[in-house]
């Protein structure tokens, strides 16, 4: 009998081998997904790259707005993507919100689409 662990999307990410090493079980594709699908739009990959690339590692919803022709909802909602999908953390300060990418998170994500060396495994759908 097969147990059935259920973990944030992150954590999926964390957990699963290399695509390229062993295929994924249909359960860890559905957690890992909603992680991929969050960053699968144009704005919310931008908003990722700028908070990770912003001074310090956490951007402001202010700092954000200037990048986009978007109002000020539609970045926020964008936002909340992000964290829903554990991507992001947030904290609010004062009347505004400072994002910054959850620790380890790019580091998993890597890890998980990185090729890896030596032969993969000849399992075909576990």
């Known amino acids: 009998m097969t147990t059935s662990v259920v973990l944030d ?17 249909h359960e860890q594709a559905e957690q890992v997904a909603p992680v991929l699908k969050a960053l699968a739009d144009p704005v919310r ?39 829903t999908a554990g991507l992001l953390e947030r904290e609010k300060r004062g009347t505004w919100v400072y994002y910054r990418v959850r620790p380890g998170v790019l580091i998993d994500l890597a890890a998980l689409l990185a090729p890896t060396a030596g032969t993969a495994s000849s399992r075909s759908c576990p």
Request: charged share 15%; net charge negative.
């Open 9 to 25: 999307p992150t954590e999926a990410v964390a957990c699963c081998a290399p695509l390229a090493r062993e295929p994924l079980t």
């Open 45 to 83: 990959l931008r908003l990722m790259s700028i908070v990770a690339s912003h001074d310090g590692g956490e951007a402001c919803v202010c700092d954000l707005l200037a990048c986009f022709e978007l109002s000020q909802p539609t970045i926020s909602h964008h936002l909340k993507v992000l964290h």
